[in-house]
């Protein structure tokens, strides 16, 4: 039996330019600045871990308060910009997808770094579609490490390598591939080379790819 595991921010809804934002607005609050690539490391990355990477950009340390209150106020800065997401919010092409899913009875699991990943599923009203959901409250290593693939597989009964993961961030793609599970990016190929199979976006994933996957 085969499953599929979603990534979340930048996957399903395109919530990755807003920790961008909220990311830009701290580091520009302690006096610095960083580039758009370089948020490319920050993508499917922890919330402690970001800010981590961050400060060290930054030349920067914080003591352990520091770093708790800033890590408050990202987060708080970001939640205002979600506090109005619909369903209108999800990606084009992903509910195609979902439902072609369900259609099949292909189990569906989220495996996502973000705290905040029920009370997105909800206001977009996704929650039911998952069979399973792995987020940043049930794990303890962050991707690349494959720890939330994996235990999203075993919610969903999947063996690892019969398991389809679609991500927007490398430390993402790299955290499928370590699991041996066969990676999906979605986002520039330039970024997201080391993916078994690379689209812009779910619009341009056609069915018969998914189907044949499945059936493979
Ligand atoms: C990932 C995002 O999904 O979740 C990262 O790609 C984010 O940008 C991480 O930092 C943690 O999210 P949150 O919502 O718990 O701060
Ligand atoms: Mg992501």
Same mark, same amino acid.
Not at 43 to 70: A, Y
Not at 76 to 85: E, G, K, Q, V, W
Not at 171 to 195: C, F, P, R, W
């Given at each position: 039996?085969?499953? &599929?595991?979603?990534?979340?921010?930048g996957?399903? &809804?395109?919530?990755?330019?807003f920790? /961008?934002l909220?990311w830009?607005?701290?580091?520009?609050? =302690?006096?610095?600045?960083?580039?758009?690539?370089?948020?490319?490391?920050?993508?499917?990355? #922890?919330?402690?871990?970001s800010?981590?990477?961050? =400060?060290?950009?930054?030349?920067?340390?914080? #003591?352990?308060?520091?770093?708790?209150e800033k890590?408050?106020?990202?987060?708080?800065?970001?939640?205002?910009?979600?506090?109005?997401?619909?369903?209108?919010?999800?990606? !084009?092409?992903? #509910?195609? %997808?979902?439902? /072609?899913l369900?259609?099949q009875?292909? !189990?569906?699991?989220?495996?996502s770094?973000?705290?905040?990943?029920?009370? %997105?599923?909800? @206001?977009?009203?996704?929650?039911?579609?998952?069979?399973?959901?792995?987020?940043?409250?049930? &794990?303890?290593k962050?991707? !690349?490490? !494959?720890?939330v693939?994996?235990?999203?597989?075993?919610?969903?009964g999947?063996? @690892?390598?019969?398991?389809l993961?679609?991500?927007? #961030? &490398?430390?993402?793609?790299?955290?499928?591939n370590i699991?041996?599970?066969?990676?999906?990016?979605?986002g520039?190929?330039?970024?997201?080379?080391?993916?078994?199979? %690379?689209?812009?976006?779910?619009?341009?994933?056609?069915?018969? /790819?998914?189907?044949?996957?499945?059936?493979?």
């Amino acid at each position: 039996m085969k499953g &599929v595991i979603f990534d979340l921010d930048g996957v399903i &809804v395109d919530t990755a330019k807003f920790h /961008f934002l909220a990311w830009k607005k701290l580091a520009n609050d =302690l006096g610095f600045d960083f580039t758009e690539l370089q948020n490319e490391e920050l993508k499917g990355v #922890s919330r402690v871990r970001s800010l981590e990477k961050i =400060l060290k950009w930054g030349n920067t340390s914080l #003591s352990e308060d520091e770093f708790k209150e800033k890590m408050a106020a990202k987060n708080d800065h970001y939640l205002s910009y979600i506090t109005n997401l619909t369903s209108k919010d999800i990606l !084009p092409g992903v #509910s195609r %997808i979902i439902d /072609f899913l369900t259609e099949q009875n292909i !189990p569906i699991s989220l495996g996502s770094a973000s705290k905040n990943a029920r009370p %997105i599923l909800k @206001k977009t009203g996704l929650m039911d579609k998952f069979h399973a959901i792995v987020d940043g409250n049930d &794990v303890s290593k962050a991707k !690349p490490d !494959p720890e939330v693939f994996i235990i999203a597989a075993e919610k969903i009964g999947v063996a @690892k390598e019969n398991c389809l993961v679609f991500e927007d #961030s &490398v430390a993402g793609v790299q955290a499928a591939n370590i699991a041996g599970m066969t990676s999906i990016g979605i986002g520039e190929k330039d970024v997201l080379h080391e993916a078994d199979h %690379i689209f812009n976006s779910f619009e341009e994933i056609e069915i018969d /790819f998914i189907k044949n996957l499945l059936t493979t």
